[in-house]
């Protein structure tokens, strides 16, 4: 059973950064699309950012574009998540997920993910 270890979740102040790290249990991250998301209380699972398996194509949704960053380090396996200038409404359940079967693009929903991490809590205070 494929298992995503994500860490870094936390409480920031607002204008803070927080970095967050998704590691698989078992094979090699780079071989699949990669996923972002989040989950405010009360409210449905969005798509925050995403990362082809080659990691020269991203997607962000419009409230984190410019401010949030995804990228992989196929060395160490790892596919991070970097926000920047956080805000009130940026708080949420944040998870990551990974495709588990090769294709070249993104996707932006949670249909198109196999494989999700336990969702840290991120929370901003105003």
């Known amino acids: 059973q494929v298992q995503l270890v994500e860490s870094g979740g936390g409480l920031v102040q607002a204008g803070g950064s927080l970095t967050l790290s998704c590691k698989p249990s078992?094979?090699?991250?780079?071989?699949?699309?990669v996923g972002w998301f989040r989950q405010p209380p009360g409210k449905e699972r969005d798509i925050v950012a995403a990362?082809?398996?080659?990691?020269?194509?991203?997607y962000y949704t419009d409230s984190v574009n410019g401010r949030f960053t995804i990228s992989r380090d196929a060395g160490k396996n790892m596919v991070y998540l970097q926000m920047n200038t956080l805000k009130p409404e940026d708080t949420a359940a944040y998870y990551c997920?990974?495709?588990?079967?090769?294709?070249?693009?993104?996707?932006?929903?949670?249909?198109?993910?196999?494989?999700w991490g336990q969702g840290p809590q991120v929370t901003v205070s105003s």
């Open positions: 997920a990974e495709k588990g079967s090769l294709s070249s693009d993104y996707y932006t929903t949670v249909y198109a993910y196999a494989y």
């Open positions: 078992i094979h090699t991250l780079s071989t699949y699309a």
């Open positions: 990362i082809n398996r080659r990691g020269d194509s991203t």
